[in-house]
């Protein structure tokens, strides 16, 4: 049974850091892309952040030079370091886990994050 497990969220001053954490199990985790998603109330999902096996990683415009998505294939864990986080990163981020031969994308269940003014 695969499980995404997501922590870290909560709430934050804009300006201030977060770091979200992400435990997979049930996968063989260094085959797996991992990514961060995000979803603000009213808005679609959109993406925030992926990185491969090796550790090649792809950023979403909005949060470019700001967060850092890192992964530790031993411990099975993908993390999202935010800096300067904005108000409109409000949203609960969601762990995705996507195998490009299986084609079959896991999600976790969300962590919320809230940044106020």
């Known amino acids: 049974q695969v499980q995404l497990v997501e922590s870290g969220g909560g709430s934050v001053q804009a300006g201030g850091s977060l770091t979200l954490s992400c435990v997979a199990s049930g996968i063989m985790f260094s085959s797996y892309v991992m990514g961060w998603y995000r979803q603000a109330p009213g808005k679609q999902r959109e993406l925030v952040a992926t990185?491969?096996?090796?550790?090649?990683?792809n950023y979403a415009d909005s949060v470019k030079g700001r967060f850092t998505i890192s992964r530790d294939n031993a411990k099975n864990t993908v993390y999202l370091q935010m800096n300067s986080l904005k108000l409109e990163d409000t949203a609960v981020y969601y762990c995705?886990?996507?195998?490009?031969?299986?084609?079959?994308?896991?999600w976790g269940q969300g962590t919320r994050v809230n940044v106020s003014s």
């Open positions: 990185i491969r096996g090796g550790g090649s990683a």
């Open positions: 995705n886990a996507y195998s490009f031969i299986s084609n079959n994308p896991y």
